[in-house]
């Protein structure tokens, strides 16, 4: 059997990693590839750990279940359809839906986290950083919390400064030298995104030889 290629992608929050990859799946059809987001993967609110004024901070690696998340790769590796609950960001006002991850010459995993859980690091393929200057990234965070989850300012800010900085200079800069590729997102993607765009489609074209090879 054809083991698909796999291509992760991390960098800190608001650096451009949702935006990148929905631009670069618009680029292919279904079961060209596969993406699955460590997003789908948070622990239950209740299961997050709190910081010391008792706000749960949902940017440690912890918050995330690797395990899962590593069993669920493993299944679509071996063309597996893996069906599970979307994470809803604890907003009881959007009913779930049913994801579908199916199987596909190239899967994407993507999230804060995806290179520093060794067992998820060791199944990658191909490492790409997306990078952006931290004033960036936290005017992009402001936007998204305030217009998509409606946070206040005051606590995205709060955030941002004891729980998504941190966890950024603790758990996934240090990566940025372990990437294959390096993405700077500080004005736009355009150069990083075509160079990647081809590079999975060359690896969907070779997927495509060996299976008929094998028939």
């Not at 690696?61 to 069993?71: C, E, L, M, S, T």
């Not at 199987?103 to 995993?109: G, R």
């Amino acid at each position: 059997m054809y083991r698909p290629f796999i291509i992760g992608i991390t960098g800190g929050s608001g650096s451009g990693k949702t935006t990148f990859i929905r631009r670069l799946r618009d680029n292919f059809k279904d079961r060209e590839i596969c993406i699955i987001s460590q997003d789908e993967y948070y622990r239950p609110r209740e299961q997050q750990k709190s910081d010391d004024i008792g706000i749960k901070n949902f940017d440690l690696p912890f918050a995330i279940d690797h395990q899962q998340f590593v069993r669920d790769l493993k299944r679509v590796i071996k063309g597996e359809i893996v069906r599970k609950e979307e994470y809803t960001f604890n907003n009881e006002e959007k009913d779930a839906d049913i994801i579908e991850y199916y199987p596909a010459p190239v899967i994407i995993i993507e999230g804060l986290f995806v290179f520093y859980d060794e067992a998820i690091r060791n199944l990658i393929d191909l490492k790409v950083f997306i990078y952006a200057k931290e004033n960036l990234k936290v005017i992009r965070r402001i936007k998204r919390d305030q217009l998509e989850r409606n946070y206040p300012l005051e606590d995205v800010l709060y955030r941002y400064e004891n729980h998504v900085l941190p966890s950024y200079e603790n758990y996934i800069k240090p990566f940025i030298h372990e990437a294959d590729i390096v993405i700077n997102n500080n004005r736009n993607f355009e150069r990083g995104l075509d160079m990647i765009k081809g590079y999975v489609q060359y690896k969907i074209d070779q997927a495509k030889v060996k299976v008929g090879e094998q028939n």
